[in-house]
């Protein structure tokens, strides 16, 4: 019989593309089976294992993190193109995540029971038994941390599937989270879309957690609703980012709302990809813009210190942001090249897309109502505030929003018509998350929620045990086949 062909996955360094990073094994069918196997066997008990104790290993893994956090950023910035400093954050705030899931899943874990007239409920919370992660390549490190770290306290173990543009970095995380636990509880599955699709539809596997594009997201969706499999989808979004009239941006402001277009090169799904100012300003802020933006806009290797704008992820990226300049071009928009290229890069050696600013387009327009998910950016005028949420309504996305105003219950009371599922105020991208905020997007950008308290109970089923009061210990008891009583004393008679 001829053994399965083995298939190495190579990885590019966006900005060197001439220089491989290095490589990884894709796992063949047969072996994603196993590692789902491994995990069930692992699985009952390590939820047996006592919350405090689970706790005690996510500190040990965020522990093995930090002191591997040099490296390891390193090696990301090398494979994913993302600045250096950017990396030390991402790995950074991975720890952190881990840290705060220690400190706060034991006491949400808790059992909770309510003994009075009505009866005896008790309700526990249930790990599924294995988590499928599915994990994009633009912040590899964390977005593996905020399932890893909800699902193993929540006594889950956990397959994880990185993707195969950036999986270096991940990898080498997940064998020193695995190195803290017991074996079989984190595995690792490498491979492209065949191996997305076999774990999201195995058998065993108890809950999908996903996070990345729409066009994967329903395939694996899809999948997992062949096997009756719950799911947790964290997709693309179109986000807006709006200063309301009486917005008064400081330098320091228009600095932060800069890079939370084009941190990451734009890659990133909760980036503000459309920015609403009133019309009568579009020219005052578009030259107050570009100003901040060659304040802290420097495109250049991701390993030079001044880099703070790296290549877009791949070739194909690249192509696709290019298009959509180019399109925007013709339909008459009128485009503003942002910030510097650093000293002696060599734009020619990586995917290097230099950030751009829009004018001049309507919303029709595909780089306005499609995630462009690149270092492009449309500025677009407004009126009114009913229009205004009426253009940042449309469109099958709702992920994330923000609110730019010197009012701040102002801004709380427009967001609120806003139909997304996360909405800034006066800051956008990574600069308004929290570990304690539940992060998710509505429509087509997903369902379920990541990081806080949501975050853990996305990985838990609530188990409840009654023991009705009638059947109690004094209880009245009740007649065969009776509907219990409403929980208002002198009302409707069972």
Not at 315 to 321: G, L, M, P, V
């Given at each position: ?26 796992q ?6 196993g ?23 996510l ?11 040099e ?54 919370l249930?790990?599924?038994g294995v988590?499928?992660?599915?994990t ?53 599955c490498?491979?492209?879309a ?116 790296g ?28 910030g ?15 950030p ?9 327009a ?32 709702g ?25 800034f105020?006066?800051?956008h ?29 996305e ?7 009654h023991?009705p009061g ?25």
């Open positions: 019989m001829t053994p399965p062909r083995v298939a190495e996955i190579t990885v590019e360094n966006p900005a060197r593309t001439a220089q491989p990073v290095g490589s990884v094994r894709a063949t069918g047969a072996e994603v089976d590692a789902v196997a491994a995990a069930a066997a692992a699985a009952p008990g390590w939820a047996r294992t006592p919350a405090a104790d689970r706790a005690a290993a500190l040990r893994i965020a522990a093995g993190l930090e002191g591997a956090a490296d390891l950023s390193v090696l990301l910035a090398r494979e994913s193109g993302k600045p250096l400093a950017d990396c030390r954050g991402e790995v950074g705030y991975a720890c952190a995540v881990l840290r705060w899931y220690a400190e706060h899943a034991p006491p949400l874990l808790a059992r909770h029971t309510v003994d009075d007239a009505g009866g005896l409920l008790e309700r526990r249930r790990p599924y988590v499928a992660a599915l994009p390549w633009n912040a590899p490190v964390i977005l593996t941390a905020v399932k890893l770290a909800p699902a193993l306290a929540a006594g889950n173990a956990v397959v994880v599937k990185p993707s195969p543009l950036a999986p270096l970095a991940v990898s080498a995380f997940l064998a020193g989270a695995a190195r803290e636990l017991p074996p079989g509880v984190v595995r690792v490498h491979g492209h065949r191996t997305a699709l076999r774990l999201a539809g195995r058998p065993g596997v108890g809950k999908l957690s996903f996070t990345g594009g729409a066009v994967a997201g329903r395939a694996v969706g899809a999948a997992a609703a062949g096997a009756l499999t719950p799911t947790t989808m964290e997709l693309g979004g179109n986000d807006a980012a709006v200063l309301l009239d009486d917005a008064a941006l400081t330098e320091a402001d228009l600095d932060r709302l800069v890079l939370a277009s084009f941190a990451t090169a734009g890659q990133v799904c909760m980036a503000a990809k459309r920015l609403y100012v009133p019309r009568a300003r579009l020219e005052s802020f578009a030259e107050r813009y570009a100003a901040a933006a060659a304040r802290v806009l420097r495109l250049g290797d991701p390993l030079d210190p001044g880099t703070t704008v290549p877009v992820i791949s070739a194909e990226a690249a192509d696709r942001i290019r298009a959509l300049v180019a399109d925007a071009r013709a339909r008459g928009g009128a485009a503003v090249e942002l510097a290229v650093r000293p002696g890069t060599d734009l020619g050696s990586g995917h290097f897309v230099r751009v600013l829009l004018l001049g387009l309507r919303e029709d595909p780089l306005v109502c499609e995630e462009q998910f690149g270092p492009a950016l449309p500025l677009l005028g407004y009126e009114d505030e009913d229009e205004l949420v009426e253009r940042v309504n449309a469109g099958p996305y992920l994330a929003a923000s609110v730019w105003s010197a009012d701040e219950q102002r801004a709380f009371a427009v967001a609120a018509r806003l139909d997304v599922g996360f909405r105020v006066n800051t991208n990574r600069t308004g998350m929290a570990l304690r905020a539940a992060f998710g997007g509505v429509k087509g950008s997903g369902h379920g929620r990541e990081y806080g308290a949501e975050g853990l109970l990985y838990v089923q609530p188990v409840l045990t023991a009638a059947f109690r210990a004094g209880g009245a008891g009740m007649a065969p086949g009776a509907y219990p009583a409403g929980p208002v004393a002198g009302g409707p008679a069972a």
